[in-house]
T-cell receptor, first 114, second 114 residues
């Protein structure tokens, strides 16, 4: 069975500082990894994905994520946080043989303070 | 491009009553998903359709939940009878056949069972 862990319920960061939202996964075979963001009263929005290739992937709104196979991690990062980045972030994984089934982590609330 | 549409946005019912949710995916998206998101948790896949056929319903509580996508476009998810633990946000998502891992989510229906 595939699973995702987001160890932090909330991350607090000051505007302009770098941010990291952590994600680790467990899956059989090579993983497909994703980050989604959820703003209040809105649906989840796709941010970025790792399928294969370069371990550092870039996505929407200046976000990037680094795939680390040995640590089974896929941490979300941004060099300089904005107040508007405050939202709920979900990491998701899909195993190679899992069809299209995504398994989501429990989410991490990012709070960026001015 | 219009996004995934869902209705109603909010629904309050008493336990043992029935309820139905509607979803209209993005035009051209053959794959449609229903997720359940309980407060404080990540979304959990309930059922996945490819056109009008069910691909995966392994996590759908079939004794009380049903879903259909008769014409391969819009879909309905029904709960009958509802239980208190069904209180959640029900999310619909859709994707293109060539990029099934890039899912587009609707705003969700928030169900409260009292």
């Amino acid at each position: 069975a595939q699973s995702v862990a987001q160890p932090e319920d909330q991350v607090n960061v000051a505007e302009g500082n770098p941010l990291t939202v952590k994600c680790t996964y467990s899956v059989s075979g090579n993983p497909y990894l994703f980050w989604y963001v959820q703003y209040p009263n809105r649906g989840l929005q796709f941010l970025l994905k790792y399928i294969t290739g370069d371990n550092l992937v870039k996505g929407s709104y200046g976000f990037e994520a680094e795939f680390n196979k040995s640590q089974t991690s896929f941490h979300l990062k941004k060099p300089s946080a904005l107040v508007s980045d405050s939202a709920l972030y979900f990491c998701a994984v899909r195993g190679y043989n899992a069809g299209n089934m995504l398994t989501f982590g429990g989410g991490t609330r990012l709070m960026v303070k001015p | 491009e219009a996004g995934v549409a869902q209705s109603p946005r909010y629904k309050i019912i008493e336990k043992r009553q029935s309820v139905a949710f509607w979803c209209n995916p993005i035009s051209g998206h053959a794959t449609l998903y229903w997720y359940q998101q309980i407060l404080g948790q990540g979304p959990k896949l309930l059922i996945q359709f490819q056109n009008n056929g069910v691909v995966d319903d392994s996590q759908l509580p079939k004794d009380r939940f049903s879903a259909e996508r008769l014409k391969g476009v819009d879909s309905t998810l029904k709960i009958q009878p509802a239980k208190l633990e069904d209180s959640a946000v029900y999310l619909c998502a859709s994707s293109l056949p060539r990029t099934p891992y890039e899912q587009y989510f609707g705003p969700g229906t928030r169900l409260t069972v009292t």
